[in-house]
């Protein structure tokens, strides 16, 4: 049962949730990536180095985007506090509540974003 995009805390707050457990069942629970990684290596766990490479790469490329979602879910939080959750940062316009619920963390309307898309 999806909240309305009239209590958005709810929604952003159970994604905000979803996303943390997310986080920690890629890194194996609560272990720490460095533990995790010491565990593979004492285990014996042969790998060529750009093979090492190419998953540690890729493992900084899912941070980033964890950590970029984690904050535009925070700052949508932030939004909903402030009373401004649900207009557009450009245009201060209501952003559609399709729009909303299609992307709960959107800081655009849709004329907005797509005019901010293509500069």
């Known amino acids: 049962n999806t909240p309305s995009t009239k209590d958005p805390s709810q ?24 533990e995790a990684a010491a565990e593979q290596y004492a285990a014996g766990r042969e790998e060529s180095h750009a093979q090492a490479m190419s ?8 941070t980033e985007h964890e950590l970029a979602e984690l904050a535009a879910i925070d700052a949508a939080l932030a939004r909903v ?5 649900g207009l ?3 245009c201060g316009d209501d952003i559609t509540p399709a729009r909303l619920q299609a992307v709960p963390t959107a800081l655009r309307c849709m004329a907005c974003q797509s005019q901010h898309e293509t500069h």
């Open 11 to 34: 929604r952003l707050m159970a994604e905000r949730a979803e996303l943390l457990a997310r986080i920690a069942a890629q890194r194996g629970g609560a272990v720490p990536r460095t």
């Open 55 to 62: 998953e540690r790469d890729t493992e900084f490329a899912l």
């Open 81 to 85: 506090h402030e009373g401004a959750y």
């Open 88 to 90: 557009c940062l450009d």
